[in-house]
């Protein structure tokens, strides 16, 4: 008895520390089960709550004896918190969704995931799921966004070599009107980033000019499209196009483009825990999130973009980028490791701060 | 009676069946073997060949050693779609670089640009490892930098399992096709059985003439023996039916005498003839009788010759209990019996019954036609030879009569149906033997009977249970 108590004990306190870690970085918001609970589904992304609550309340509206939790991170700090309930081989985790792929390709392979086969996994493109363990359920091009007010329709530059050359051409107007992701803080940022490095040499290029013009870092877009928005920037480079559009549809004055050189896409990831506690009704989710309705709800209230269909209309874009030829994918596949390798990460990290001198922060 | 045995075909295809089934598992197994070692085969070079490409991005600059993994590298490796990938970095001082740190580096692979590759296991996945090694030159850290690329085996698994599944699918196809050709070659090769039984059936049953139909050599003593069957029963056949054609002969000529007598026993009406004509007819019947005993004896010893079981027998013992039997209990005339044996047993393989049937014919001609006072049975061993001799002191029979009177029905004579010496000749001929005449002497005339004597006999039985 006693020594069963121990172990409660220890297993107990394991969990309020690994419940006050998770405290710090995330924010919880719980949606309580219309039709009175049942059962919880805690659900843990880095992702916009304003981009998720649609999708959970009409998650709610087919099942609505489930209680969502939404825990809201920073990609990075999902990351090891995923990674550090994995390797204690218990959680709190029901379902885990990033808009960095690389991390939770990473987890997968470290074995962390579920596996799951549904006709709604089955349907989705080869590119946006691996190993029937994780699954890409939104279409998202990195875009270039300029706040019309501070940018003249003359200055809305569509390709890297054009944007470079506009910083070059005029300092005085956008020096330290230019802002982007802080790769080391933001995981989407350094994706991003480092698919761009990887195989094109406009990259370099692009840091120094970056770098020559005071480029503004931040760790999140929403913070960045708020920035532009309200005129404290003037360009946004590589920055999440649902994002942009939804600052765009809440009145912001801005100027959404599509890369002309080439467009990365990303398709934010699910996937579900080895230890997940209620894999039932977060297999339910995935399943909603890859339907038809979940989908539809996805482009209309939450990421506007989507595998069919054409672009948005506030932004400035070939009508179907899917077929365009612009496209470079992320792809949700063991290749992503390279992205996550420590040593690249370092290097790159290091040659991203040389060009744009920005120092690292404490955090 | 036919007892329906199992048929060919089941009992061949069964043989076959079992055959095939086990060669199947063992070429299974062979192609399970062979396929694991082409899947690995096949996927350690993209191993090694991203391990390769991982070693080629480790650099020294200004003394620290790094490692920059292409994308590439991992490209590679997800050409095995669904497979984990785990790998680390060391500095030649066994640091590590990059990559999983808990991995395990199969062996310390030191100065070899030889990629070693091993089965292990990490965390719980069955993982195939590569080790490569490059030598860094750096003149403040030189050394050998190793990489380590471990990929699970899903991969593989798949590939080996396709592999084997059309390799099996090919000893199917072959045991298929094998197995129609055998059932066709087994039909084509009974179909000269079907063709006997057609020729057979489709015959007139009085037809016995040999088969004539192609045949493979297989089943030519088949064959031969059906031809050698229907001989025998040809040649059967047609003694049967010249033996009735003679015994209805022969019985019809008496017969008529005897109606003739009867005819003319009715209208005798003196007492005196009419006892002369009745003791006529009394011998007549007498004869006829004995006529169809001869003739039914014939007819025994026919079959005997065909179906009796040879026997050791003592001929000195048959011929006295012979002897004695034959005597009949009257004669008109008074005839010396003399019965002559050796010492000790003459022994042969033969049939009792119809040598004792021989011999008393021979006897009842001697005492018929020849003896006038002397009958003498001898029985002896000559070398290898077992001889009776049945001497009178009669006529005897002329030389250029012997061929003749061995074949039935020869005699003149009124009272004799001359079946006793034909008798005695196939019984002879049935055991091998000879018949022959000595000719008159004054020993007397004698008919001899010799048989190939057996030397030892392991069990003996008399011959003296005659009836």
């Known amino acids: 008895m006693i020594l069963a108590w121990k172990a409660a004990l220890i297993i107990f306190a394991g969990l309020i520390s690994l419940e006050i870690s998770a405290a710090e970085a995330a924010e919880k918001t719980v949606f309580p089960a219309p039709g009175g609970q049942q059962t919880i589904l805690s659900v843990h992304g880095a992702t916009d709550l304003a981009a998720m609550e649609p999708l959970i309340r009409d998650f709610q509206g087919l099942s609505p004896t489930v209680t969502v939790e939404y825990n809201e991170y920073l990609t990075n700090d999902l990351f090891n918190r995923a990674a550090s309930e994995c390797d204690a081989k218990q959680g709190t985790m029901d379902l885990v969704l990033s808009s960095s792929a690389d ?29 029937d363990e994780v699954f890409g359920f939104t279409f998202e091009p990195a875009v270039i966004v300029y706040n019309r007010d501070l940018v003249p329709p003359e200055d809305v530059r569509r390709t890297r070599a054009e944007l470079i050359d506009l910083l070059r051409t005029k300092p005085e107007q956008y020096n330290g009107k230019i802002g982007s992701f802080d790769i080391s803080q933001s995981g989407v940022g350094y994706l991003f980033a480092s698919y761009d490095a990887h195989g094109t040499t406009t990259f370099g290029r692009l840091l120094e000019a970056f770098g020559r013009a005071g480029l503004v870092a931040s760790c999140c877009t929403t913070d960045l499209v708020s920035d532009l928005a309200s005129g404290r920037l003037a360009i946004g480079y590589n920055l999440i196009g649902s994002y942009a559009v939804g600052a765009a549809r809440r009145g912001a004055h801005l100027a959404i483009v599509i890369p002309r050189d080439y467009t990365v896409v990303l398709s934010r990831a699910v996937f579900i825990p080895r230890f997940s506690r ?7 989710f995935l399943d909603y999130l890859l339907s038809e309705r979940g989908q539809k709800k996805s482009r209309e209230a939450s990421f506007f973009f989507s595998f069919e269909g054409t672009l948005p209309e506030e932004v400035d874009g070939p009508l179907w980028l899917a077929s365009s030829g612009l496209l470079r994918p992320i792809t949700i596949g063991p290749e992503l490791l390279a992205v996550q390798d420590r040593a690249k990460r370092q290097r790159f990290l290091s040659e991203w701060r040389r060009s744009t001198h920005i120092e690292p922060e404490d955090r | 009676m036919i007892r329906p045995g199992r048929s060919l075909y089941s009992r061949i295809i069964l043989v076959i069946a079992l055959v095939f089934g086990v060669g199947s598992v063992i070429l299974g197994t062979a192609a399970w073997f062979y396929a694991r070692l082409a ?6 070079r993209l191993l090694v060949g991203a391990a390769l490409q991982i070693a080629e991005s480790i650099y020294a600059q200004e003394g620290t050693i790094s490692v920059d993994p292409p994308v590439s590298a991992f490209e590679t490796l997800s050409l095995s779609a669904n497979d984990r990938i785990f790998y680390k970095v060391l500095d030649p001082h066994g640091a590590v670089l990059t990559g999983y740190d808990d991995l395990a580096a199969a062996s310390a692979n030191t100065g070899s640009h030889e990629p070693l590759i091993s089965d292990g296991e990490y965390r719980g996945f069955p993982v195939r490892v590569a080790v490569v090694g490059r030598l860094v030159s750096d003149p403040v850290a030189p050394g050998w930098a190793h990489v380590v690329v471990a990929q699970t085996r899903e991969a593989r698994i798949i590939l080996a399992r396709d592999l084997t ?19 066709f070659a087994v039909r084509r090769a009974l179909e000269p059985l079907t063709r006997v039984e057609r020729e057979l059936r489709s015959r007139d049953p009085k037809d016995l003439t040999p088969l004539d139909v192609e045949i493979p050599r297989e089943i030519q003593t088949l064959v031969s023996t059906i031809n050698r069957f229907m001989d025998r029963l040809s040649g059967r056949i047609a003694l049967m039916q010249r033996f009735i054609a003679d015994a209805a002969h022969q019985i019809r000529t008496p ?3 005897l109606a003739s007598q009867v005819d003319l026993l009715t209208e005798e009406t003196q007492p005196g003839r009419r006892e002369h004509q009745l003791s006529r007819v009394r011998e007549r019947t007498a004869e006829l009788g004995r006529l169809t005993n001869q003739l039914l004896s014939h007819a025994m010893i026919i079959h005997r010759a065909e179906v009796a079981e040879f026997e050791t027998i003592d001929l000195t013992a048959l011929a006295r209990q012979t002897l004695i039997n034959a005597v009949p209990l009257s004669l008109d005339r008074d005839v010396d019996l003399a019965f002559d044996d050796p010492p000790e047993p003459v022994l042969m393989r033969g049939d009792g019954v119809s040598l004792r049937e021989a011999l008393s014919n021979l006897i009842h001609n001697a005492l018929k036609h020849g003896a006038k006072t002397r009958l003498e049975v001898r029985v002896f061993a000559e070398d290898d030879a077992a001889v009776i001799e049945v001497i009178d002191d009669g006529p005897g029979i002329p030389a250029s009569e012997w061929q003749r009177v061995r074949e039935p029905f020869h005699t003149q004579s009124a009272t004799g149906s001359g079946l006793g010496l034909a008798i005695a000749g196939d019984v002879v001929r049935a055991h091998g033997g000879e018949l022959r005449f000595r000719e008159r002497s004054e020993d007397g005339f004698a008919v001899i009977l010799r048989f190939k004597r057996q030397h030892e006999a392991p069990e003996l039985r008399t011959g003296g249970d005659a009836s």
């Open chain 2, 255 to 257: 017969l008529a005498g």
């Open chain 2, 165 to 183: 599944l059309k390799a099996l699918l090919l000893v199917f196809a072959m045991t298929g096709l094998a197995f129609m050709g055998v059932l």
């Open chain 1, 278 to 284: 209620n894999p039932v009704s977060a297999f339910r």
């Open chain 1, 103 to 131: 991390h939770l390709v990473k987890l997968v392979n470290d074995g962390c995931a579920l596996n799951y086969r549904s006709v709604m996994t089955h349907r989705l493109p080869s590119w946006t799921r691996w190993r």
């Open chain 2, 39 to 44: 899947a690995d085969d096949a996927y350690d």
